[in-house]
């Protein structure tokens, strides 16, 4: 017996329901292939639509500021005993509205106004977390760049340790929106020692490729992790942080604090960034963190990568340029600096198709960045619905055939859009 989603909202208030049920149908007959985008399990959308909503707790568990936490400082601590076995951490904060404020943690957490850190720019392929100047990030802390080269796309580490050793700064990102191979976190971690920073891995767009063990683990060698839920790990719309328990630079940045580097972090986020946690996210967490153990999941994790090098061969056999020439993670970038049409032009057209990207740039792209020479493309959320391989194949056709005729789309996106909305039928898609 099918169970109708939303009976309420339907009956007292059909404008949002009608939109919701709109975006569901959306999201069933589209190709999502957004990089930092996936869906949610059922067990989460449950748990985010649970009585949790409600609970103000304030603080941590075992030190609230309310009364009445008995039962969700349980599902708080849950959440962290299952993500500190899941990813092998010593101490985990579960409590940050999303990655930014995350990271944001992170930076109130260890520096002060000012501090120099190493990122990548967004327009490499960074995140704008990382010091990019229209962010919190680029206006409280002068970021030192450094970016992947612009013919291989690729970081050289050498040139990472000489910016370092040049610029002295006190917190290092390894972690990036838009890079499509593997972080190598012993040469970061190699540097970082050297220079005497904090070593902070973001994988908000590769935790599940380190839960499957098709990229490397960056928490033996890093003093921070954060992450979000969602994404590729199919969570919440939350945050977390990782930590050591300890503090290697308490000595030379921290002198008078008596807090060691977990408590720092905690403290990072509550109270200096945040009240009330949101609960029934944390539930949410809960809830991934269990299944990310499965060898289910980590069968899906590795998958992805997989279709993530079909389509991009598939895309190279059809005469597509990708940056970099490949990739060894969930996404690709398609180069379009040869040609006369952007990036832009090209997300709008494969939207009009069916098929939900992001234009964006490439490393070297000399088009704005609100134009861009490039398109980037996930493959989490076609994974998380069950394609393989060949299906691939098929999605590099029909995004072959959109750059093919982008000057004329309007005639060929309906053929298009309907050959994919079929051919989703043949998936299910949770909670659309």
Known sequence: MTVERQPNLKATDPEVYDLIQKQANYERTTLKMIASESYAIENVLEACGSILTNKYAEGYPGARYYEG???????????????????????????????????????????????KIMGVPVSDGGHLTHGWKVSFSGKDFVQIPYRPNQETGRLDMDEVREIARREQPKLIWAGMSA???????????????????????????????????????????????????????????????????????????????????????????????????????????????????????????????????????????????????G????????????????????????????????????????????????????????TSVGMKEADMKKVAGWIDRVCANIGKIDEVAPQIRSEIAEFCGGFKFPGA
């Not at 092998?88 to 409590?95: K, L």
């Open 69 to 115: 936490n008995e039962f969700v400082d349980a599902i708080e601590n849950l959440a962290i005993e299952r993500g500190k076995a899941l990813f092998g951490c010593e101490h985990m904060n579960v409590q940050p509205y999303s990655g930014s404020p995350a990271n944001n943690a992170v930076y109130r957490a260890l520096l002060n106004v000012g501090d």
């Open 179 to 325: 890079y499509p191979f593997k972080l190598d976190y012993a040469a970061f971690a190699e540097i970082a020692e050297e220079v005497g920073a904090y070593l902070v891995a973001d994988i908000a767009h590769i935790n599940a490729l380190i839960i499957a063990g098709v990229h490397p683990d960056p928490v033996p060698y890093c003093d921070v992790v954060t992450s979000t839920a969602h994404k590729m790990l199919r969570g919440p719309r939350a945050g977390f942080i990782m930590s050591k328990i300890e503090d290697r630079y308490h000595e030379k940045y921290h002198p008078t604090s008596k807090w060691n580097l977990a408590k720092l972090i905690d403290r990072g986020v509550f109270p200096t960034l945040q009240g009330g946690p949101h609960m029934h996210a944390i539930a949410g967490m809960a809830a991934i963190f269990k299944y990310a153990q499965t060898d289910e999941f980590k069968s899906y994790g590795a998958q992805i990568v997989k279709n993530a090098q079909a389509l991009c061969e598939e895309l190279k056999a059809l005469g597509r340029a990708i940056a970099g020439g």
């Open 327 to 382: 990739t060894e993670t969930h996404l690709l970038l398609l180069d379009f600096r040869k040609e006369e049409f952007t990036g832009k032009d090209a997300s709008q057209a494969l939207a009009k198709c069916g098929i939900i990207a992001n234009f964006n740039m490439v490393p070297g792209d000399q088009r704005s960045p609100s134009q861009t020479s490039g398109v980037r493309l996930g493959t989490s959320a076609l």
